[in-house]
């Protein structure tokens, strides 16, 4: 196949970056290119914005510095599994194909690799908000985060110290919450159900107002900046020297760099490169009910139910489940009952009412130790990866677009990259 002209570098001074994957992580990988003047060219099989980043539940979770293997997690999994309306599924036409990932899971939660891990998604995390901030600001859309708090709620009373106990740990991590009850919970939240019991406030926390529009809203950026859209699906990425060459189904075409963002499909692309990275596609459902947009205030967490809903320009979204069922099964009816059960009870305005529902299921691009790969290729740096950002890639998209970028230009970075290296496994 021919390599294409119109791809090779114009002029000397302009370096050109193929961007594989138009998702969150991948638009503002590609923006911030641009910003760092590199000539910018993003692929994707689809329009921008379909893939996980397309239905998530908008929230900015950076409250989130737990790994999701722990001990905690680890003791109370087989139970969650095999409650029918748990929130954790291992279909059995996937189950031998993900003993080896789980078995990689469980040693994660090891006291060293916990804190590893831990230390890694503070840092991520921690940047994550301001990083947003520079990048909307910079397009002229900082209207899409808005400071919306977050309440995490708990219905058992017994629970209560379980509440304090979350509060002092985040306490120390210089996160501030405000435990409520009774009138207060019921001020800030009408409308939810009264067997909530008690409540964490976080009054700091943000969300997305739509993540679908804010995707299309930076795709819009970067075409507006000159980028150029390929909308072919990447079969191979092959470096050489000091060039990379991208093959699609209809041709190659031939780079100075390229970053892979492809979300939970990443692994594929990796592996054509001899480089095996433990990926998984962890499936996650959301419903969207346009109808009940107004009936929450904020983002509302459910530590026992272990599902979130919230309030987004599109309705009210519910979203959950960790099915680990790799890219290919189809999407599971009764996870979406399940949803629909657990919102209703946290919210009784949603029975009975015969509302119109959306029902949409994607794929969190997950590593065993809860941390993306944020690197370069270790023979070809000008390969440069940004995935796995599993349940906080809309969070952590930006930061995590910083750093790549930081790697491709050999700047130093006030966070330790160690923690994301492709060769950590
Ligand atoms: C139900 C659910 C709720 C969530 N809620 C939140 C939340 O509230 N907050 C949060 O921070 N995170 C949340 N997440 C996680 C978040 O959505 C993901 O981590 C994030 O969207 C990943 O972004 P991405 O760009 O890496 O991947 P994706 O959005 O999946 O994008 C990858 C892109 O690569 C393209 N692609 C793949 N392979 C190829 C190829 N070979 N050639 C061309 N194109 C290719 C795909 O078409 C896709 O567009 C949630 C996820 C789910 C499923």
């Known amino acids: 196949m ?27 990988c590609a ?69 080896p990932w789980l078995l990689r899971f469980v040693g994660a939660s090891a006291p060293e690799a916990l804190r590893r891990s831990r230390t890694g998604l503070i840092q991520l995390n921690r940047e994550a908000i301001a990083a947003w901030q520079r990048c909307l600001e910079d397009i002229g859309a900082s209207e899409q985060i808005v400071k919306s708090g977050y309440l995490l709620v708990w219905e058992s009373a ?19 919450t405000e435990l409520v009850q009774g009138e207060r919970l019921a001020e800030l939240e009408p409308e939810l159900a009264k067997t909530v019991n008690h409540a964490l406030f976080f009054p700091d926390a943000c969300r997305v107002r739509e993540p679908y529009l804010l995707c299309k809203r930076l795709f819009a950026a970067f075409i507006d900046r000159g980028g150029e859209f390929i909308q072919q699906r990447v079969t191979q990425v092959r470096p050489s020297g000091h060039r990379v060459t991208v093959s699609t189904e209809l041709q190659d075409y031939s780079y100075d760099n390229v970053m ?100 949409w299921m994607g794929h969190r691009p997950t590593l065993p130790d809860s941390l993306p790969v944020i690197d370069q290729h270790p023979q070809y740096p000008q390969v440069v990866f940004a995935f796995g ?37």
């Not at 989130?64 to 279909?91: C, D, H, V, Y």
């Not at 050999?410 to 492709?422: G, P, T």
């Open 158 to 176: 017994d629970k209560i110290d379980a509440a304090r106990q979350h509060q002092a740990w985040l306490r120390e991590n210089r996160i501030e």
């Open 2 to 28: 021919a390599v294409s002209e119109i791809d090779q570098k114009v002029g000397e001074s302009i370096t050109t970056v193929a961007v594989i994957g138009a998702g969150v992580v991948g638009l503002c």
């Open 260 to 359: 892979i963002c492809a979300g939970a499909w990443s692994k594929a692309l990796l592996s054509d490169m001899g480089i095996n990275v433990p990926l998984e596609a962890e499936r996650g459902y959301h419903l969207t009910i346009p109808a009940a947009g107004s009936m929450l205030r904020h983002p509302i967490g459910s530590a026992e139910r272990r599902f979130v809903m919230g309030p987004l320009d599109s309705g009210l979204r519910v979203v959950g489940m960790t099915e680990l069922g790799g890219l290919k099964l189809s999407p599971v009816k009764g996870r979406f009952d399940v949803l629909s059960y657990h919102s209703s009870q946290l919210l009784p305005g949603l029975k009975n009412q015969g509302l119109d529902v959306s029902e």
């Open 389 to 425: 950002n599993q349940h906080l890639g809309l969070t952590q998209a930006a930061v995590t677009a910083e750093l790549a970028l930081k790697l491709m230009q050999n700047e130093a970075s006030s966070i330790d990259m160690n923690a994301f290296k492709v060769s950590r496994f």
């Open 31 to 99: 923006l911030e290119a641009q910003r760092k003047g590199y000539r910018v060219i993003l692929f994707d099989r689809d329009e921008a914005g379909l893939g996980a980043s397309f239905g998530n539940a908008g929230y900015l979770a950076t409250e989130l510095i737990e790994p999701l293997s722990n001990p905690q997690t680890l003791r109370s999994a087989l139970s969650l599994w095999l409650n029918p309306k748990g929130p954790l599924f291992l279909p059995l036409q996937y189950f031998s194909r993900i003993v």
